[in-house]
């Protein structure tokens, strides 16, 4: 199978509704990836507010034979509270796919505190159970904590299939993250390995100029994101990379350089290392936009939509405040403003990159209220 999967969770949308998907464009994207021999598409029920999967049910399982795709999708422990509730969570996922099987299924975004609660509702026996009643192909999970919880939930659970990580070649040596010893701990076990966040929710996409010139010094015909999934797909025990595509120019471009695949140079991975480095300088708050942090506030503060603005003006400086400002008096019309945070901690408590939240929407509020 080829090495690029279709992450179905930054689709297109109509006046930045994430639950108004424009359907139509989907379509079109995904013909284009499917005509170029890729099958793969990953999925979860909280993506666009509910409404990824019945993207994909009308714009691949409706218009495609079953075996000529493959679906991902994840039993997503955090809105589940008992343990009577994910048969009837995961009946619902099928019929919202319109599949009567699941290719690869994933306990989503494990860590140390979800992985209790798996163990704790039977999630992993679930999934297996499934699995022998031909519902699902293949078990594994998706993972955000420290090589350490990683080793420990392999050790318990040797019957997974695979591991899903957040790899780039920003988080690689990342002190938070610790891609590399997590993707070491999955080789041990002898996992295979799928990609989320290649392109860090297109923060490798959009990085400083310095690093540009770097990059484009070497391989001036490619573009930026490609380094950073080209850099996933390289990793030997790499099976999948996901990409969470967002309009027709980013699966074109995707498609340029994975449809023929090449891994990284021993040249260029020095060069990506580089431009790791000069990023790594210039980011104020590592969010990926994953937006998991939004539902449990209790205020609605737009986290992900004020980091993005902070880090856009911090990377600019005083150049950009007063467009800054103007963008966060309009995100915070429609939501509670950084200064509205209670400090409860429940986002910080979801968010897979460990973001001191509260104390950046301190910062951020001090800086543009
Ligand atoms: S700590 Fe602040 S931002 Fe986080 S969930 Fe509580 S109120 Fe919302
Ligand atoms: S703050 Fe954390 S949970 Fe919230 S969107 Fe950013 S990365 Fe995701």
């Not at 659970?157 to 999955?186: G, M």
């Not at 076990?189 to 070497?218: C, F, Q, R, T």
């Not at 260029?268 to 990926?288: F, G, H, L």
């Not at 950084?338 to 979801?350: F, M, P, Q, T, V």
Request: glycine share 4%.
């Amino acid at each position: 199978m080829k090495k690029l999967g279709f992450g179905l969770m930054r689709l297109p949308v109509f006046d930045g509704n994430s639950k108004a998907i424009d359907i139509e464009t989907v379509k079109k994207m995904a013909d284009r990836f499917m005509e170029n021999g890729f099958t793969y598409f990953d999925t979860a029920a909280p993506y666009h507010n509910g409404m990824s999967e019945n993207a994909f049910k009308e714009a691949v399982a409706e218009r495609y034979p079953r075996d000529s795709y493959t679906i991902t999708d994840k039993l997503s422990l955090f809105m589940i509270n008992s343990a009577e509730e994910i048969p009837s969570f995961f009946e619902r996922q099928l019929t919202n796919l319109g599949v009567d099987y699941l290719d690869y299924y994933l306990l989503h975004s494990l860590n140390r505190n979800t992985f209790e609660k798996a163990e704790k509702f039977g999630a992993f026996e679930f999934a297996f159970r499934k699995k022998n009643e031909g519902k699902i192909k293949h078990v594994g999970f998706s993972f955000h904590d420290s090589p350490e919880v990683l080793d420990k939930i392999l050790t318990a659970h040797p019957e997974v299939e695979f591991v899903q990580l957040q790899i780039n070649y920003l988080d690689w040596e990342d002190k938070n993250i610790q891609s590399r010893r997590c993707y070491e701990t999955a080789v041990k076990h002898g996992k295979k390995i799928l990609v989320m966040e290649p392109v860090k929710g297109g923060a490798l996409a959009n990085i400083p100029k310095a690093a540009v010139d770097l990059l484009k010094s070497v391989r001036p015909d490619i573009s930026v994101a490609s380094w950073a999934i080209r850099f996933a797909a390289s990793l030997e025990n790499v099976y999948m990379v996901l990409s969470g595509m967002s309009n027709i120019a980013q699966v074109d471009d995707n498609l340029s350089f994975m449809k023929d695949f090449s891994p990284l140079s021993d040249k260029e991975k020095e060069t990506v290392m580089q431009a790791a480095d000069i990023i790594r300088n210039s980011i104020a708050v590592p969010c990926t936009s994953c937006r998991y942090c939004v539902d449990g506030c209790p205020q609605k503060i737009a986290i992900p939509d004020y980091f993005g603005v902070y880090n856009e003006f911090k990377r600019f400086e005083e150049s950009r405040l007063w467009n800054a400002k103007n963008d966060y008096k309009n995100i915070s019309k429609n939501n509670g403003k950084a200064s509205d945070c209670i400090k409860c901690g429940l986002c910080e408590k979801r968010c897979p990159q460990n973001i001191s939240i509260r104390k950046y929407l301190e910062e951020i509020a001090h800086t543009f209220e």
